[in-house]
């Protein structure tokens, strides 16, 4: 009674972002959790105080289910908050893995939770991406080009393994072109029939038969083991789909180039490709890709933040790496004011900057004739149109345009260096779109914007990989590993929202619409708030008791 206190939640400030966790999650839906779990048996622990204790361990940079473990025997605030239960590891990790679907929608209700108290609008999203490094060990690689390559010997050799047998089935399956339509399973048939039809042979009586029927085994053998190979090499293929790597101890990761390389050497190792949509350096969407690039994710981007939130941000914010024709119709089709860079847009901010006199953008354009002029006052007539797909698809069209005769030009040299005149291609409609997007980043809105960015995505993962350590997942397969960020940007968003509350109250400012936060904590209903009269009380009986304390 002396050395501790009637009730453990003395120790605890009222202001502990502990109380925070525990007031957020007793107020969101969890029905679906009770799906996950099966009506008979042993009561497991309370899905409620599990999800609060993996919570407030990522906000404690404790990702390992270990260290979670230890942490809710030793530390006064996991106590608290767990009621004294002790799950293992096991339970934990279990845990986790059982509620990987139903996270995400956890995720989605806090940022509405967040909208809801004025701390976001969820009318911008800053998007930017990072690598982040795979569980996968590094030397695990597959590339596609050494395996179309292997495949392509691989079926040289079949072909040539084939004309050597003289059988009629063989020859027959020796015609196929360049053998693009064997698979494994004909070769088994082929070695099969093969094998049939050498045991209705009568027996060997002579030398020169005995090594005859000993190299159709051998060859029999060998046509078996190529269809094992080729299976091999089908299966690398279809692991692959779109991408040129992946390794071998996770499937789903692709070799990119890490900004963290110890060695500067520019060694390539197996991750993803996290993209992430913030506002007030809050987390607002993510997702993870298996393409090194961004061009191709703001679009399937967007439409996560869609089926989250049933509307698309009105203005979407990002650097040069999405300035692509495909991501600005994509915006401006849907209704969102893109203020995204293209390649060259700092270039043309430079002081000192010089536009090429040779380049397109330089040339005057007559837009009725639809012809160019070069410097030297020829013009230069459309002679087609080249059209080219991207990966997801997306077509462009560039129009071509021919100078009328170059020999003896004097600016050829600076020109142009090809043979025969001068031909260039111009896409118009990206040109329109960079036009537009100059109009908006140079203007007043879109500076405050650019100057918004750079402290939006960024600084969230400055926090993450050095303040959070979340440098690496720990966790293989694409579905753990967004488990495993759903957890994290969870509890990166309530970290944030105690930090902001608490800076606000210390500097006497105004704090969002609802107050500091631990107001919503001091009136919640009965019902839904734990007390701690009794020491072992477990949380699962506390949820379902209405008395007061």
């Given at each position: 009674m002396i050395l501790f206190p009637q009730r453990l939640d003395k120790d605890i400030a009222e202001n502990d972002p502990v109380r925070v966790v525990d007031a957020v999650i007793d107020n969101?839906?969890?029905?679906?959790?009770?799906?996950?779990?099966?009506?008979?048996?042993?009561?497991?622990?309370?899905?409620?105080?599990?999800?609060?204790?993996?919570?407030?361990?990522?906000?404690?940079?404790?990702?390992?289910?270990?260290?979670?473990?230890?942490?809710?025997?030793?530390?006064?605030?996991?106590?608290?908050l767990a009621g004294y239960e002790r799950p293992d590891f096991n339970t934990i990790n279990r845990f986790r893995n059982r509620v990987k679907e139903e996270i995400n929608r956890v995720f989605t209700q806090l940022v509405l939770v967040l909208a809801e108290r004025g701390f976001i609008t969820l009318e911008v999203e800053y998007i930017d991406g990072t690598k982040i490094e795979s569980k996968a060990n590094k030397y695990t690689f597959v590339w596609r080009k050494t395996t179309e390559k292997n495949r392509a010997k691989l079926i040289s050799k079949i072909n040539a393994l084939l004309e050597q047998i003289d059988e009629a089935i063989a020859q027959e399956n020796a015609e196929r072109e360049n053998g693009q339509s064997f698979t494994p399973a004909d070769l088994v048939n082929i070695a099969e029939e093969l094998n049939r039809n050498l045991e209705n042979e009568p027996g060997p009586g002579t030398k020169e038969q005995k090594d005859k029927l000993r190299e159709r085994k051998k060859q029999i053998k060998q046509l078996r083991e190529h269809a094992d190979k080729l299976g091999e090499y089908d299966e690398k293929l279809d692991i692959l789909g779109g991408r040129n790597s992946y390794s071998k101890t996770d499937r789903d990761a692709t070799f990119m180039r890490m900004k963290e390389d110890a060695m500067n050497n520019g060694q390539t190792k197996p991750g993803y490709n996290l993209q992430v949509g913030t506002e007030n350096q809050f987390i607002l969407d993510f997702g993870l890709f298996q393409t090194p690039g961004d061009p191709l994710t703001m679009i399937p981007f967007f439409n996560s933040f869609f089926d989250r939130y049933g509307k698309l941000p009105q203005t979407g914010v990002a650097d040069a790496g999405y300035g692509s024709e495909e991501n600005y119709r994509f915006m401006e089709e849907a209704g969102i004011e893109a203020f995204v860079k293209y390649n060259w847009f700092h270039r043309e901010q430079h002081m000192r900057y010089e536009p090429n006199p040779f380049s397109p953008q330089a040339l005057h354009y007559n837009v009725e004739d639809d012809y160019y002029v070069c410097p030297m006052g020829q013009r230069m007539e459309r002679i087609g149109t080249t059209r080219t797909k991207n990966e997801s698809g997306y077509v462009t069209e560039s129009a071509r345009y021919k100078a009328q005769r170059c020999e003896g030009c004097p600016l050829r040299g600076s020109c142009f260096k090809a043979k025969g005149d001068r031909i260039m291609e111009v896409n118009h409609r990206l040109s329109e779109y960079r036009r537009k997007a100059r109009e908006r980043l140079t203007s007043e809105e879109g500076i405050k914007h650019r100057g918004r960015r750079c402290i939006e995505p960024e600084a969230v993962f400055g926090q993450m990989k050095y303040d959070m350590a979340y440098k690496r997942f720990r966790h293989v397969g694409m579905d753990k590993v967004k488990m495993d960020f759903a957890f994290f940007a969870i509890a990166f968003n309530l970290k944030k929202m105690c930090s902001k509350t608490a800076k606000q109250a210390k500097n006497g400012g105004n704090t969002p619409r609802s107050g500091l936060f631990l107001q919503f904590y001091r009136i919640l209903r009965l019902e839904n708030r734990i007390f701690w009269e009794c020491l072992q009380k477990s949380v699962a009986a506390s949820l379902f008791d209405s008395q007061a304390a």
């Open positions: 969101l839906r969890l029905e679906n959790f009770r799906k996950l779990y099966k009506e008979r048996g042993r009561s497991p622990y309370h899905p409620r105080m599990m999800l609060k204790a993996v919570i407030y361990g990522y906000m404690n940079n404790l990702y390992s289910c270990r260290k979670i473990e230890t942490a809710l025997k030793r530390d006064i605030h996991f106590i608290w």
